[in-house]
T-cell receptor
């Protein structure tokens, strides 16, 4: 199956710093989502970004599908940004009809922002 | 904004007991999923469901697991005889479109503890 690797595994920042999280994937995809898992375990949708660039406030993401990677940028980090960031990808459905929306997750990046 | 809901938020059960985890997907969505996350690990796909049947399942989803859409709004995951290793956070997700081309929206999760 498709492999998803995220880096770095851990990241510690001071409040106000910027950061870049990376997601590499091993095959072509037509779905890529970034999630933030908060301390209560909830998965919060950040971006649906199978290609291109999107921005939402202090967060932005870029996916270069042809080179099989995606980047999540966090600017002016705040303590509430702490948590685990997951990248998840979905492959195109094949002729047999499988891979019907299944997402494969990376191991996540644990972000800690200190005040 | 519409959201996926899950009940209960936390379930404690004895090994060997049956549990049913409940989900209410977003109302106009047609594709439904269950994922699980063992503590400290990545999120893993269990099963996808469309048009009242399973469209894909992982090797984790063995005969002890079943899914059902009993009444047109709820989507349930049943574990017939729980094991210690079933302890995990279980997430329900839904999407409007198929074939990995649409955002999957995740519920807040049910934390299952098997004693």
């Amino acid at each position: 199956g498709i492999q998803v690797e995220q880096s770095p595994p851990d990241l510690i920042l001071q409040e106000g710093a910027n950061s870049t999280l990376r997601c590499n994937f091993s095959d072509s995809v037509n779905n890529l989502q970034w999630f933030h898992q908060n301390p209560w375990g909830q998965l919060i949708n950040l971006f649906y970004i199978p290609s291109g660039t999107k921005q939402n406030g202090r967060l932005s993401a870029t996916t270069v599908a042809t080179e099989r990677y995606s980047l999540l940028y966090i600017s002016s980090s705040q303590t509430t940004d702490s948590g685990v960031y997951f990248c998840a990808v979905g492959k195109p459905a094949n002729a047999g009809g499988t891979s019907y929306g299944k997402l494969t997750f990376g191991q996540g990046t644990i972000l800690t922002v200190h005040p | 904004e519409p959201e996926v809901t899950q009940t209960p938020s936390h379930q404690v059960t004895q090994m060997g007991q049956e549990v049913i985890l409940r989900c209410v997907p977003i109302s106009n969505h047609l594709y439904f999923y269950w994922y699980r996350q063992i503590l400290g690990q990545k999120v893993e796909f269990l099963v996808s469901f469309y048009n009242n049947e399973i469209s894909e399942k992982s090797e984790i989803f063995d005969d002890q697991f079943s899914v059902e859409r009993p009444d047109g709004s709820n989507f349930t995951l049943k574990i017939r005889s729980t094991k210690l290793e079933d302890s995990a956070m279980y997430f329900c997700a839904s999407s409007e479109a198929p074939t990995s081309t649409d955002t999957q929206y995740f519920g807040p999760g049910t934390r299952l503890t098997v004693l």
